[in-house]
């Protein structure tokens, strides 16, 4: 079964860090790009950022450059987001994504993992 | 960045009737290699997105053929050809084609 498995989320106060994961199993991880992508509580949907298959190349959303770092572990099947000085505008459940093999949808995704930023 | 506007923003149905959701991008979604990267994903409540369609008009492994895709250029829909209970959910059409921007969402809720 293909599935995507977030992990890490949590409570941290404004400036804080967290390091989230997604493991994925049922598909070749190594071969995909793979995104993150937020939802506020009661909001839609926002692309965060995405990592090419072999990590080369990485790209964010403007509002959070400098401060998220996207990686991935391809022996692990494993996809993370480093998220630091977090602000309350960063309280979201952040979804893992696989992108569809011509890069133009996102075919699966985990359950989320809920971060709150809060003092 | 290109804003994806839907409309309408919610959508009571009644069961067994068809529904329509339009899509309008602030520019054309017409990628530089002649596809259109336009995609639409149902989040039913407490669950994660679900990808529905994808370039337009391509119904993804599984989905319902009640549920169809249309369009070109900027201008974007939606339709189910009848409403079914499980269809209750939030709509949300997506943009691939210069990053990547979602729609507000259509919320369909059963009259």
């Known amino acids: 079964e293909v599935q995507l498995v977030e992990s890490g989320g949590g409570f941290v106060q404004p400036g804080g860090s967290l390091r989230l994961s997604c493991a994925a199993s049922?598909?070749?991880?190594?071969?995909?790009?793979m995104s993150w992508v937020r939802q506020a509580p009661g909001k839609g949907l926002e692309w965060v950022a995405n990592?090419?298959?072999?990590?080369?190349?990485?790209y964010y959303v403007d509002s959070v450059k400098g401060r998220f770092t996207i990686s991935r572990d391809n022996a692990k099947h494993s996809l993370y987001l480093q998220v630091n000085s977090l602000r309350a505008e960063d309280t979201a459940v952040y979804y893992c994504?696989?992108?569809?093999?011509?890069?133009?949808?996102?075919?699966?995704w985990g359950q989320g993992t809920m971060v709150t930023v809060s003092s | 960045d290109i804003v994806m506007t839907q409309t309408p923003l919610s959508s009571p149905v009644t069961l067994g009737q068809p529904a329509s959701i339009s899509c309008r991008s602030s520019?054309?979604?017409?990628?530089?290699?002649?596809?259109?990267?336009l995609s639409w994903l149902q989040q039913r409540p407490g669950q994660p997105p679900r990808l529905l369609i994808y370039?337009?008009?391509n119904r993804f492994s599984g989905v319902p053929d009640r549920f169809s895709g249309t369009g070109a250029g900027t201008d974007f829909t939606l339709k189910i050809s009848r409403v079914e209970a499980e269809d209750v959910g939030v709509y949300y059409c997506?943009?691939?084609?210069?990053?990547?921007?979602f729609g507000q969402g259509t919320k369909l809720e059963i009259k």
């Open positions: 990592i090419k298959q072999d990590g080369s190349e990485k």
């Open positions: 520019q054309s979604l017409v990628h530089s290699d002649g596809n259109t990267y």
């Open positions: 370039k337009i008009s």
């Open positions: 997506m943009q691939a084609t210069q990053s990547y921007t």
């Open positions: 049922g598909f070749t991880f190594s071969t995909y790009w």
């Open positions: 994504a696989k992108t569809t093999s011509t890069e133009d949808a996102f075919d699966i």
